[in-house]
């Protein structure tokens, strides 16, 4: 095989990256939406109160799972993670929309995910009632090392075959789905609460989940941007048991 050169040397990180890029979302965009059932126009008031004096309201919607107020908002996360979590993002479908980067039309970055030592390792149980422990050093040495080993071999044959005049939608069949890949999901509050219930372990949580952790790590962050942008649509989530409404 050809070496592969200083610039496109793979390289390995173990976290992820979630970016708020755009966004229409406030709590007082849920309390419109949900007034205009008894105030008709006039329920565009709402816009310019302060949505601290209906957070009973938000909380009544979210217990009760009145639901489509919580739709009127949208925010637009570019997110940089590895494939494997992305084929797991987007069995959401319902309220999202995404757009990734294409191996196509663009020659595929040498960027690899490893795990790093927090990551849990080993599943213990049967399926359906199984944990993960840490695993030995032993083990984690052992995962860096294949992994590692594994994502240079793949992306010099990828790069081998591109050289040949092989097309990048041929060739990229031989990366792993530990290749970092970038797209960009908008969603509304409502799609994103569902999301977040499935895909992120909480106290709070009425309904038990047990997310991958990579997806999870997305979720987190996801979360924290939210919450800064409705932070009573998410005390309320939080409060009812984070389950979407």
Not at 5 to 26: C, I, M, Q, Y
Not at 133 to 153: A, C, F, I, K, P
Not at 165 to 193: D, F, I, Q
Not at 215 to 230: D, P, S, T, Y
């Amino acid at each position: 095989m050809s070496e592969i050169s200083a610039e496109t040397k793979p390289s390995f990180r173990s976290e992820v990256t979630v970016d708020l890029v755009k966004h229409s979302a406030g709590d007082s965009d849920v309390l419109w939406a949900a007034r205009v059932s008894t105030a008709g126009e006039q329920s565009l008031e709402e816009l310019s109160k302060d949505p601290e004096r209906s957070k009973g309201l938000i909380n009544f919607l979210m217990r009760d799972r009145h639901g489509s107020p919580f739709e009127h908002n949208s925010m637009t996360f570019f997110i940089s993670a590895p494939i494997f979590v992305f084929r797991e993002f987007m069995r959401h479908r319902v309220g999202w929309s995404y757009n990734e980067e294409s191996g196509r039309y663009r020659e595929l970055q040498p960027v690899f995910y490893v795990p790093d030592a927090s990551r849990k390792l080993v599943q213990e149980g049967r399926p359906g009632k199984y944990v993960f422990v840490d695993g030995t050093q032993e083990q984690q040495d052992l995962t860096e090392r294949t992994m590692t080993e594994s994502y240079r071999q793949a992306y010099e044959a990828y790069q081998e075959m591109l050289a040949a005049g092989v097309a990048r939608e041929v060739a990229r069949a031989v990366l792993p789905v530990g290749l970092y890949s970038s797209m960009y999901a908008t969603c509304n509050a409502r799609s994103l609460m569902h999301f977040l219930g499935l895909r992120t372990q909480h106290e709070a949580a009425k309904v038990p989940s047990f997310p991958q952790r990579e997806i999870e790590m997305v979720g987190e962050k996801m979360e924290e941007q939210w919450a800064r942008l409705m932070p009573l649509t998410h005390a309320a989530f939080n409060g009812n048991g984070r389950v979407a409404p």
